[in-house]
């Protein structure tokens, strides 16, 4: 692409430029390289404009950005537009020649339950003979090359550049979790989506949207912009902003749950996994799957109407979720030999650790001890509503630091009280207070009994924990494993 072609992509007014081919697109300045096109987005703490000398300095061949003036900054083009987020993805898969044209791709976006529900259907695409792609919180997974993820959803022109990479290995399929922040930063504008899906929508990131239906309106903005022959949405039936995301759909939408057009009868949860029959617009098939809980079969189903809808034969969807053998950091379990289950999960939300809990109490064990945090510089008003699911649904609960960020540990501690006092409980009869997390799973596993379960909630598959502005190493698995060897030592 040319800087010429700029104005026509972006619909903005046309100014002198040279009939330059653009290298690459960025919003970083540390990222300009010779050839590049510098967007100067506006951010909470700073302005990109405040960076167009250093980025021209580092070879940019033209600026794009909201100021209304357009013409030349610091001997290059600008180009003025309304929304430079969006111009960002636009901008950059084009430069990429547009991936995503040659993939059939899903975005998955809701509050609880994207990860999984990406990994099951990566797994069914690939059980039906398809190569797919997977970019979520668990990691970008291409051609079975795995990097870490910084961002649920990354941020544009890295989606491009993992887009381009994806059709360079002859992948034929994305799945991909669409988060709200992504959607409201326009960051996956650019991806051309086949199949929009929804699993549900429960409290959780209002510091940034502010209230729920600002929540809501964020998500709704993946299903608003599937349009096309052969495109579809999947919608969770059984949640309550359902009509709202069936209402936004302008295409063919399948529904999943209690209500939906995928249904699931005969569910049996054991230590082992989960079974159950599902009946589907693509017939009706047994399920036994390696993941528990009904929040699991939720998800599952989520996945049939996905792939259903992608023409993947039905005996070869039930194959694939029955293949997975876990998903990582959620309901997994820490195995040493001891004779009470240790599980980690990511549950963080109120509807979350609702839905983790109840898959415990679905095994049936003597005690469920529960080890739980909350994040600081986040929404302080889950905080209390998490710990009345606790206080309902655990026999004992162990209080501590999940990330506190910026924020004081015994402040976030104390807004869980709050919430766990007012259900009843007493320190010490029925909970206790560790702010350092290690000593808060050792204290756990140390009172556990056989046939106990120790719930380790909030981290999941996370490796670090963030102190003030510090990352430092702390793996929730790692740790219980220790501490399980300590105790048998």
């Known amino acids: ?23 690459a697109v960025t919003e970083d300045s540390r990222r300009v390289a010779p050839g590049a096109v510098f967007v100067a987005v506006p951010g909470a703490r700073t302005d990109g404009h405040a960076y167009v000398r250093q980025a021209v300095e580092a070879g940019a061949i033209a600026v794009v950005g909201a100021r209304p003036e357009a013409g030349q900054v610091h001997g290059v083009p600008y180009f003025g537009v309304e929304n430079p987020r969006r111009a960002v993805g636009l901008l950059a898969h084009a430069v990429a020649g547009w991936p995503s044209l040659d993939m059939k791709v899903a975005g998955i976006t809701g509050t609880n339950g994207k990860s999984s529900t990406v990994a099951l259907v990566q797994r069914a695409l690939e ?9 979520g919180t668990l990691g970008y997974d291409i051609a079975g090359a795995r990097t870490a993820a910084r961002h649920t959803t990354p941020f544009a022109e890295d989606l491009a550049a993992m887009f381009k990479q994806a059709r360079e290995a002859h992948q034929t399929h994305v799945v991909m979790e669409v988060s709200s922040h992504a959607l409201d930063q326009d960051r996956v504008a650019g991806i051309d989506f086949d199949v929009a899906a929804f699993t549900n929508l429960t409290q959780d990131h209002l510091d940034y949207h502010g209230d729920m239906d600002a929540y809501r309106r964020a998500k709704l903005r993946l299903f608003e ?30 529904t999943f749950g209690n209500r939906g057009d995928c249904r699931a009868t005969e569910i049996r949860i054991e230590v082992s996994g989960t ?11 047994d399920i036994a799957m390696r993941l528990l809980g009904e929040h699991n079969v939720s998800n599952a189903l989520c996945a049939l109407a ?8 039905i005996n070869r ?44 109490r679905a095994l049936r064990p003597k005690r469920i001890i529960l080890v739980f945090g909350c994040g600081g510089d986040r929404d302080r008003t889950k905080r209390p509503k998490m710990a009345a699911v606790a206080a309902e649904l655990a026999d004992y609960a162990v209080i501590t630091s999940d990330n506190p960020r910026s924020e004081d540990p015994a402040r976030i501690i104390l807004d869980i009280e ?51 502005t510090e990352r430092i190493h702390f793996d929730d698995r790692e740790v219980a494993r220790r501490m399980l060897k300590e105790t048998d030592d």
């Open 317 to 360: 969807i039930a194959q694939g979720i029955g293949s997975l053998e876990s998903v990582p950091g959620r309901f997994e379990y820490v195995d040493a030999g001891q004779d009470f289950l240790v599980v980690v999960d990511y549950a963080h939300t109120e509807d979350g650790l609702r839905n983790v809990l109840l898959a415990a």
């Open 418 to 468: 709050s919430g766990i006092q007012h259900a009843g409980k007493k320190k010490g009869d029925d909970y206790l207070v560790f702010a350092d997390r290690a000593e808060a799973i050792r204290r756990a596993i140390g009172m556990a009994e056989p046939g106990d379960l120790v719930l380790i909630a909030g981290k999941g598959h996370e490796d670090y924990q963030i102190i003030g």
């Open 306 to 313: 996905i792939c259903g809808g992608l023409g993947v034969p």
């Open 275 to 285: 079974r159950f029959h599902a009946a589907t617009p693509w017939g009706d098939t």
């Open 1 to 23: 692409m040319k800087l010429t072609q700029i104005p026509e992509l972006l619909h903005c007014e046309p100014v002198p430029a040279p009939d330059l081919e653009i290298a």
């Open 127 to 135: 059980v039906g003979g398809h190569r797919a792609a997977a970019f």
């Open 225 to 254: 912009r599937i349009e096309g022959a052969g495109r579809f949405t999947v919608v969770n039936r059984d949640d309550a902003s359902a009509d709202a995301f069936i209402a936004a759909s302008h295409v063919d939408c399948f």
